[in-house]
């Protein structure tokens, strides 16, 4: 088949990669043109494991191209994907601004019959807004095109991107176009060799599953954090607690590890976002506004345990930092944690020695030149002459220290673990102060 990708960001790239590793020729389309440049040369403007091997394959056999000519993108594919952001807006609710555009210039040039799919993370009712712009262009180049818009929300997760797509747990399509269907139906075949993962359903459905189930997983995460607090007062173990309802099939172990927080660039907007759909349809959504106001506090978690440990004058404290994205395997740090403890300790006074295995150009860029904040070369260099230690992502790397060679680099002796990565009695051992997140 060929297919259209409007946005190379992180969904437009990684789907157009394994789409074009099944066969398919696609062509990316991308308004920054630094982006594209990038990707003509051999890279990628991301951080993705495999990723770039799979874009070169592609690239080099002829089944992958990228482009900035608007035009030329839309006439090609018989499937138009839409994978631009969809930021939130100053209110909370999703900015569709980009969507909109991609969907006019769609309605602008095409020439033959189009699949439009929506798969950025789009609010419900989007799909009708996309086909009423599209309609719209038409009508005044005063032509009749047939095309329909289909709903196909994205589920991968960053640093697992190419696994995920490549080996969904389910593929959700909405729509309600017989051609759409089947056009989707045979789009996805490969990817669900083994047994069908395709669920079918209405446009509406499949635009408020994505949100539903980025809600749900926050909602796990602020829920743990809460009761992370709540075991500290009361001089409980959260990581048993953890495990002793985790066993529970109908619970589950993923996302119940407490934390300092969830950042990224879907929860945080997505939840927002989804409240906002709620409000604007006369309903408040109470859980989602406590799961927001519990994560924003959560956020703050190290840096009020920093303050309870050192008092909140921090001037000539120095902190090694480890990790600066907001989750492992990414480079991405929109939301991350780390922003707001390190501009919390910079205001304390504190100077900061951060170390992330691949963040730390994208750290440099967020943060510039300011006084007070360096990058240093390992996790190992990060901890020399710091006062303490806090660790922010939770990267393997950072799962099995030398804490004896620690305890000699640190002059105070401390460590604070925001992901709750070591075995307190371990690190108390080698004679360091160990804070975690609702840990005896
Ligand atoms: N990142 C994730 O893990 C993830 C997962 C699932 C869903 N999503 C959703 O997918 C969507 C895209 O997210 P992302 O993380 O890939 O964003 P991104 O910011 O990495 O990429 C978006 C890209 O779209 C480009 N763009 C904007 N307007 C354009 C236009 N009119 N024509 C062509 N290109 C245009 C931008 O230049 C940018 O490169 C969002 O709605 C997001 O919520 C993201």
Same mark, same amino acid.
């Given at each position: 088949?060929?297919?259209?990708?409007?946005?190379?960001?992180?969904?437009?790239?990684?789907?157009?990669?394994?789409?074009?590793?099944?066969?398919?020729?696609?062509?990316?389309?991308?308004?920054?043109?630094?982006?594209?440049?990038?990707?003509?040369?051999?890279?990628?403007?991301?951080?993705?494991?495999?990723?770039?091997?799979?874009?070169?394959?592609?690239?080099?056999?002829?089944?992958?191209?990228?482009?900035?000519?608007?035009?030329?993108?839309?006439?090609?594919?018989?499937?138009?994907?839409?994978?631009?952001?969809?930021?939130?807006?100053?209110?909370?609710?999703?900015?569709?601004?980009?969507?909109?555009?991609?969907?006019?210039?769609?309605?602008?040039?095409?020439?033959?019959?189009?699949?439009?799919?929506?798969?950025?993370?789009?609010?419900?009712?989007?799909?009708?807004?996309?086909?009423?712009?599209?309609?719209?262009?038409?009508?005044?180049?005063?032509?009749?095109?047939?095309?329909?818009?289909?709903?196909?929300?994205?589920?991968?997760?960053?640093?697992?991107?190419?696994?995920?797509?490549?080996?969904?747990?389910?593929?959700?399509?909405?729509?309600?176009?017989?051609?759409?269907?089947?056009?989707?139906?045979?789009?996805?075949?490969?990817?669900?060799?083994?047994?069908?993962?395709?669920?079918?359903?209405?446009?509406?459905?499949?635009?408020?599953?994505?949100?539903?189930?980025?809600?749900?997983?926050?909602?796990?995460?602020?829920?743990?954090?809460?009761?992370?607090?709540?075991?500290?007062?009361?001089?409980?173990?959260?990581?048993?607690?953890?495990?002793?309802?985790?066993?529970?099939?109908?619970?589950?172990?993923?996302?119940?590890?407490?934390?300092?927080?969830?950042?990224?660039?879907?929860?945080?907007?997505?939840?927002?976002? =989804? @409240? *906002?759909? #709620? $409000?604007?349809?006369?309903? +408040?959504?109470?859980?989602? &506004?406590?799961?927001?106001?519990?994560?924003?506090?959560?956020?703050?978690?190290?840096?009020?345990?920093?303050?309870?440990?050192?008092?909140?004058?921090?001037?000539?404290?120095?902190?090694?930092?480890?990790?600066?994205?907001?989750?492992?395997?990414?480079?991405?740090?929109?939301?991350?944690?780390?922003?707001?403890?390190?501009?919390?300790? =910079? @205001? *304390?006074? #504190? $100077?900061?020695?951060?170390? +992330?295995?691949?963040?730390? &150009?994208?750290?440099?860029?967020?943060?510039?030149?300011?006084?007070?904040?360096?990058?240093?070369?390992?996790?190992?260099?990060?901890?020399?002459?710091?006062?303490?230690?806090?660790?922010?992502?939770?990267?393997?790397?950072?799962?099995?220290?030398?804490?004896?060679?620690?305890?000699?680099?640190?002059?105070?002796?401390?460590?604070?673990?925001?992901?709750?990565?070591?075995?307190?009695?371990?690190?108390?051992?080698?004679?360091?102060?160990?804070?975690?997140?609702?840990?005896?």
């Amino acid at each position: 088949m060929k297919i259209s990708v409007i946005g190379t960001g992180y969904v437009g790239l990684v789907s157009g990669a394994c789409l074009a590793e099944m066969g398919n020729h696609v062509l990316c389309l991308d308004v920054d043109p630094r982006k594209i440049e990038i990707l003509r040369a051999g890279s990628i403007p991301i951080y993705e494991p495999g990723l770039e091997a799979m874009v070169q394959r592609n690239v080099a056999a002829g089944r992958l191209s990228f482009t900035t000519d608007i035009q030329k993108s839309v006439e090609y594919g018989l499937i138009q994907f839409i994978a631009v952001g969809t930021p939130p807006d100053e209110d909370g609710s999703a900015d569709l601004s980009h969507v909109v555009t991609a969907a006019r210039t769609i309605g602008r040039y095409m020439n033959a019959r189009k699949v439009v799919v929506d798969k950025s993370t789009v609010p419900v009712g989007t799909a009708e807004k996309v086909s009423a712009a599209i309609a719209e262009e038409l009508s005044q180049r005063g032509v009749k095109i047939p095309y329909c818009v289909v709903s196909n929300p994205e589920f991968l997760k960053e640093g697992a991107a190419v696994e995920d797509f490549m080996r969904p747990d389910r593929i959700v399509v909405g729509a309600d176009d017989a051609f759409g269907i089947e056009t989707m139906r045979a789009l996805y075949a490969p990817f669900q060799r083994n047994h069908d993962k395709l669920i079918l359903m209405d446009v509406k459905s499949a635009e408020l599953t994505k949100y539903a189930a980025n809600a749900m997983l926050a909602t796990r995460i602020s829920f743990m954090n809460e009761l992370a607090l709540l075991a500290e007062r009361l001089g409980a173990d959260i990581e048993r607690v953890r495990q002793g309802i985790g066993s529970d099939p109908r619970i589950g172990y993923q996302f119940l590890y407490p934390g300092c927080g969830y950042g990224g660039s879907c929860f945080p907007k997505d939840v927002q976002a =989804l @409240q *906002r759909t #709620a $409000t604007e349809n006369g309903l +408040d959504l109470r859980i989602l &506004e406590a799961v927001e106001t519990v994560n924003e506090r959560q956020k703050a978690v190290l840096l009020d345990k920093i303050d309870a440990h050192f008092g909140k004058n921090l001037d000539g404290k120095c902190f090694a930092l480890w990790g600066l994205a907001f989750k492992p395997n990414t480079d991405d740090m929109r939301e991350a944690p780390a922003r707001i403890l390190i501009e919390g300790l =910079l @205001q *304390r006074g #504190a $100077t900061l020695r951060a170390f +992330d295995p691949v963040a730390m &150009e994208e750290a440099r860029h967020i943060f510039g030149q300011r006084a007070g904040l360096s990058f240093v070369e390992s996790a190992e260099k990060a901890v020399e002459g710091a006062d303490a230690l806090v660790v922010v992502t939770e990267w393997q790397v950072f799962r099995s220290p030398d804490f004896e060679q620690m305890a000699l680099s640190l002059r105070a002796r401390v460590v604070f673990d925001g992901r709750n990565l070591y075995e307190p009695h371990l690190v108390r051992a080698a004679g360091l102060t160990y804070h975690g997140i609702g840990r005896l």
